[in-house]
Antibody, heavy 120, light 110 residues
Framework: QITLMESGPTLVKPTQTLTLTCTFS??????????VGWIRQPPGKALEWLAL???????RYSPSLKSRLTITKDTSKNQVVLTMTNVDPVDTATYYC????????????WGQGALVTVSS | NFMLTQPHSVSESPGKAVTISCTRS????????VQWYQQRPGSAPTTVIY?????PSGIPDRFSGSIDSSSNSASLTISGLKTEDEADYYC?????????FGGGTKLTVL
């Protein structure tokens, strides 16, 4: 059974750094071709892809947010961490992590999401 | 990078069929697979169509996907609409460096 779960702060002040952790089970990020990505959704708005990290430690970032994002993995802990610097109220959103299966640029398993509010 | 454009909303009656479009702004729609996700309020998205026209196990055959190179778009068709189909639907595709979601379509079944 594959599960993913996001964790992190629910409230962050503007200009601070946001750190979110995705803890997963049922698969390994050491397996060939597997990836874990982050997607966010502001309240009432559309999904937005943020970042992706592969089993090989290769990564991809949204061009519009690349300068503010860092994605890392800890294979031994089955965790992926997303860091976003210099947050703003427009970064208020539900943040999801999701698995990208072997050789397929799509997301087949999603976490339940974590709502992060950016406010002073 | 490219964008995927969807209608903001569609509505149809139970038992009828509805089609949601997803138009790619640049590059060929046929070059990269398109996925469709259903999202009910308060829940994470789930896949209803992957690789243009494949249904995951558990998704009824009322859901179908297609692509049209002439309009550079993908479509999700839901036939025999049920009230439980009322949700937001997102298309998603990719290129070598990015994953891209459409703006989402709210389906109302009334």
């Amino acid at each position: 059974q594959i599960t993913l779960m996001e964790s992190g702060p629910t409230l962050v002040k503007p200009t601070q750094t946001l750190t979110l952790t995705c803890t997963f089970s049922g698969f390994s990020l050491s397996a060939n071709g597997v990836g874990v990505g982050w997607i966010r959704q502001p309240p009432g708005k559309a999904l937005e892809w943020l970042a992706l990290i592969y089993w090989s430690n290769d990564w991809r970032y949204s061009p519009s947010l690349k300068s503010r994002l860092t994605i890392t993995k800890d294979t031994s802990k089955n965790q992926v961490v997303l860091t976003m610097t210099n947050v703003d109220p427009v970064d208020t959103a539900t943040y999801y992590c999701a698995r990208e299966p072997l050789g397929a640029p799509r997301f087949d398993y999603w976490g339940q999401g974590a709502l992060v509010t950016v406010s002073s | 990078n490219f964008m995927l454009t969807q209608p903001h909303s569609v509505s149809e009656s139970p038992g009828k069929a509805v089609t949601i479009s997803c138009t790619r702004s640049s590059g060929s729609i046929a070059s990269n697979y398109v996925q469709w996700y259903q999202q009910r309020p308060g829940s994470a998205p789930t896949t209803v169509i992957y690789e243009d026209n494949q249904r995951p196990s558990g998704i009824p055959d009322r859901f179908s996907g297609s692509i049209d190179s002439s309009s550079n778009s993908a479509s999700l068709t839901i036939s025999g609409l049920k009230t439980e189909d009322e949700a937001d639907y997102y298309c998603q595709s990719y290129d070598s460096s990015s994953r891209v979601f459409g703006g989402g379509t709210k389906l109302t079944v009334l």
